[in-house]
């Protein structure tokens, strides 16, 4: 009932790729672990739903903040939680203690703040470098004396040595080396376990792969190379956007479509019409000739897309009706394909997702776990 546009999440897809994350991890230490980026609603596929479905899996899940890691204990998860912001004001601290979280500290204010609020409870603390991505973290020259300071504090259990890359999906970059280099001379002799690979590391620089490896994208099926590189064929994509077309008319040449009449027919042409617009996160710069999966077959996305609907040239599909399915990704058409089109990223079009139903195939999820259904 109601309007057709449609996100279909695929549990059992996603626990498909965790294993590829898993055994990729396992290839370097033997030992690695993954820590599941689910922050930003795990990228609009539904941060609890997707934890619980991974939840007998995974060695732990990463969020953007604490309202997100309250989110999935409420839910039963008893994982560890990391806290990939930190913390923000010094009253967190508390929460963190209580619900057991972990948390990345980038900044001298939040080693300032655990000496003057010390926690009763242990806690492993992430201390991040900047190694070359020149956002968050500690300079390489800073970071042992920041590992000093938090390595004298009671409360810490442990000191996980993290950075991030800046340019692990570009294969004919050498950045990520350059960062991987530095990470690793300026952490030569420090004790503890090692995090550094987001999904395009952890596929492409094995060197990379440590005791603790976050992807994020990857888990949802989407390679993370802007250019076709092998481990697409091995993923299965977790989330399918359909819609539907609600109108079919046909036109005459030179007949303007859309918004600004910015495409013009060029022969007789079928229009059809797919509830769905940038309203629901679709791009609207999707430019023409973006493909859309019907009836087994890509049509071409034609006019400026409108706020609750697109439009799509369906002349070579005579027998397309009112009421078939429309794809805008998914396992036929990937969101890669889609992303270029409209000069982005799939990161990008996931989550600006909006508005749109969600609907979870696969293993059965309930709305919460017991807490001593899965330990940690």
């Known amino acids: 009932m109601g309007r057709p546009a449609t996100a279909t999440i695929n549990l059992d897809a996603l626990r498909h ?60 998860i008893k994982q560890p939680i990391l806290l990939l912001e930190g913390f923000f004001e010094p009253s967190e601290l508390a929460m963190i203690g209580q619900y057991r979280l972990d948390t990345v500290i ?77 990470f690793n001379t300026c952490t030569h002799g420090l004790p503890g376990e090692r995090s550094f690979c987001n999904s395009a590391g952890l596929v492409a620089l094995k060197e990379a792969r440590g005791e603790w490896n976050r992807p994020g994208l990857l888990l949802y099926g989407v390679s993370p190379f802007p250019k076709a590189h092998g481990i697409e064929q091995n993923l299965k994509p977790v989330m399918e956007l359909s819609s539907a077309i609600i109108s079919i008319k046909e036109i005459p040449a030179g007949s303007p ?3 600004g009449s910015q495409w013009i027919t060029q022969r007789p042409t079928r229009i059809g019409v797919v509830a769905i617009g940038y309203a629901d996160g679709y791009p609207r ?48 058409l990937p969101i890669n394909e889609v992303a270029q089109g409209a000069g982005t990223i799939p990161y990008q079009l996931l989550c600006n997702l909006n508005r749109v139903p969600v ?15 899965v330990g940690i």
Not at 28 to 36: H, I, K, L
Not at 145 to 174: P, T
Not at 359 to 373: A, C, K, S, T, W
Request: hydrophobic residues 40%; charged residues 20%.
């Open 257 to 259: 479509v859309g918004y």
């Open 17 to 76: 790729n965790y294993r590829i994350a898993q055994q990729l991890s396992a290839r370097s230490t033997g030992n690695g672990q993954v820590m599941a980026v689910v922050k930003a609603d795990a990228y609009s596929h539904g941060a609890t739903a997707c934890a619980i479905a991974l939840a007998d899996m995974a060695s732990g899940f990463a969020v953007a903040c604490i309202e997100e890691a309250l989110e999935l204990r409420a839910a039963g």
């Open 359 to 373: 609907q979870y195939h696969g293993l059965p999820v309930p709305d919460r776990l017991d807490f001593d259904e």
């Open 106 to 182: 980038h900044h001298q204010y939040q080693i300032d703040a655990l000496v003057a609020h010390p926690l009763d409870h242990p806690v492993r603390l992430w201390l991040k470098m900047d190694s070359g991505m020149g956002r968050v973290g500690f300079t390489p020259d800073e970071y042992r004396r920041a590992w000093g300071q938090l390595n004298g504090l009671s409360f810490v259990k442990d000191i996980v040595l993290m950075s991030h890359f800046a340019c692990a999906d570009e294969s004919d970059n050498d950045h990520a080396q350059q960062q991987l280099t530095m």
């Open 285 to 332: 710069h999707a430019a023409n000739g973006t493909p859309v999966f019907i009836n087994g077959c890509r049509v071409p996305l034609v006019g400026r897309v409108s706020m609750d609907m697109l439009t799509v040239d369906l002349t070579d599909l005579p027998d397309v009706q009112i009421g078939d399915r429309a794809i805008l990704w998914g396992e036929e």
